[in-house]
């Protein structure tokens, strides 16, 4: 094999600006706003290329969840090679899904019995609403066969395949796929810091929930489901929900006869201090949708979880055409279940979820100092994730003109404290691994105080 290790960060670079295209990325500023050059990992932190470290502190893209080179998902990986890296679970199956199958259930809500796998969160999302869809197309019941709608809240993102696309409500990402997504009933938003003029918050959220009833109310005998990020509304500005939204939605969607898919994707696998955000709330969904930290962030796996009813309704001799037609190669991938399993181990073993309820207040008491800058609008946590709002005038609530990428410049700013941050606009968001130190905490607060009183002083 060629040794292409050691590589000079220059030439590394330059390939990349030859021949990567990356997500999410406005290439015209991308070399300028200093990039990352990962070539290895350790612990909490991210190597650079020329050697600098940093401090993880998005979980790369929030799915890390016990740092890099953790020896329990190394061992777990590297143990599966010598048996198989992947077979197909399409008319097959592979010890290893089928372990993991059970031992998710074993954590999730008691009412879902049976797990659908696929390899990333869109199509976790995804699989939920076509799950949904058909369910209700085979049924007896005409008039629940007119159950064809699915409904999202506005400012909800559910990842990038189409039907993501189609229940997502970010003008900013999905606007420009207006030709390809197909419609959908719209919630109303949850964001309450940007609200009109002389209502408060409270009032704010009232109206929230009553406009959300009111949606339910015209449409719910239509609905196929509906699709809540329960807790926080993550890319969507890390935006958080009335105390007890959940559970009431949960309550009125079940009224309207209608389903609930929960897509913990972002909160799930214990962000939320349970091991899934719908836990904390007591709420029992119809599906519920995990990836991002389902193997620890090392491997693309992703799982629907649903109810032994909505399976029922799929069965039947295969000539009826009830049998679920979805499904990709690598759907069950062993390597990505081995370490789901030693995922799973280490929640069971090092008492994650108690942790991650102490560092949960450990980190907005951190937090909460910043309130008094003169650029800090507001600050959102739910569980071990955060996102502080940077404003021009927070007083006037203008927002700074998205040109300067103020957002992105703060966390640029933060790497000189050895920090690695990636915003949602001018939103500085904070999803560090969940056994991120109280120390690291204390260093990722400070670095994003440095940061924006660097760019805003
Ligand atoms: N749902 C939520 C709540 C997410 O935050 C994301 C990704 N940030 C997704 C779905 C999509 O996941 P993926 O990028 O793995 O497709």
């Known amino acids: 094999m060629k040794d292409t290790r050691n590589l000079p960060k220059d030439v590394l670079e330059k390939w990349d600006d030859q021949y990567v295209w990356h997500p999410f990325t406005p290439h015209s500023v991308y070399r300028d706003e200093h990039p990352l050059t990962v070539v290895a990992g350790e612990g909490h932190y991210l190597i650079d290329a020329d050697g600098e470290r940093y401090l993880d ?19 777990a990986v590297r143990e599966q090679l010598d048996h198989i890296a992947h077979s197909t679970l399409l008319g097959n199956t592979n010890d290893r899904p089928v372990i993991l199958a059970k031992r998710l259930l074993e954590w999730a809500p008691d009412n879902l019995g049976k797990v659908f796998y696929s390899d ?37 993102y559910s ?12 003008d900013l990402f999905h606007s420009r796929f207006g030709p390809m997504i ?21 009032e704010t959220e009232e109206k ?37 939204f959940l559970k009431h939605a949960a309550r009125k969607i079940r009224d309207a006869g209608s389903l609930l898919i929960v897509d913990e994707v972002a909160m799930g696998m214990g962000r939320s201090g349970q091991m899934f955000a719908c836990q904390r709330e007591g709420v029992d969904p119809d599906f519920l949708c995990v990836a991002k930290g389902l193997t620890g962030g090392y491997v693309p796996v992703a799982a629907t979880l649903t109810t032994n009813r909505i399976y029922e309704a799929f069965l039947g001799p295969p000539e009826e055409g009830r049998t679920f037609f979805h499904g990709h190669t690598y759907t069950g991938n062993a390597l990505g279940c081995a370490a789901g399993l030693a995922t799973l181990d280490i929640f069971e073993n090092e008492n994650i979820l108690d942790e991650v309820s102490r560092k949960e207040s450990l980190l907005a008491s951190r937090l909460e100092p910043l309130w008094d800058h003169p650029h800090v609008g507001d600050i959102r ?5 955060s996102g502080v709002e940077l404003m021009a005038d927070p007083e006037r609530r203008e927002a700074f003109d998205g040109a300067r990428r103020i957002g992105m410049q703060v966390c640029t700013a933060a790497r000189d404290k050895g920090v690695f941050l990636r915003p949602l606009g001018d939103v500085i968001v904070f999803m560090p691994p969940l056994t991120i130190t109280d120390d690291e905490i204390d260093h990722l607060v400070a670095a994003v105080e440095y940061g924006i009183d660097k760019v805003l002083q």
């Open 57 to 75: 502190a998005v979980g790369s893209i929030w799915c890390n969840l016990f740092g890099h080179r953790r020896d329990e998902l190394d061992q």
């Open 120 to 156: 990333n969160g869109s199509t976790s999302v995804e699989i939920a609403m076509k799950m949904a869809l058909q369910f209700w197309q085979q049924q007896g019941d005409e008039s629940q066969r007119r159950r064809t709608k699915f409904m999202g809240l506005a400012n909800a």
């Open 159 to 170: 990842g990038d395949t189409i039907g993501a696309v189609s229940i997502g409500g970010i």
């Open 182 to 202: 197909f419609e959908t009933v719209r919630g109303p938003s949850p964001v309450t810091y940007h609200r009109p003029e002389g209502m408060s918050r409270r």
């Open 208 to 244: 929230f929930v009553a406009d959300f009833d009111k949606v339910i109310d015209e449409y719910g005998e239509e609905l196929a489901a509906v699709v809540i990020e329960p807790g926080m509304q993550g890319a969507g500005g890390m935006v958080t929900y009335p105390d007890g």
């Open 381 to 385: 946590q739910y569980g071990l994730a």
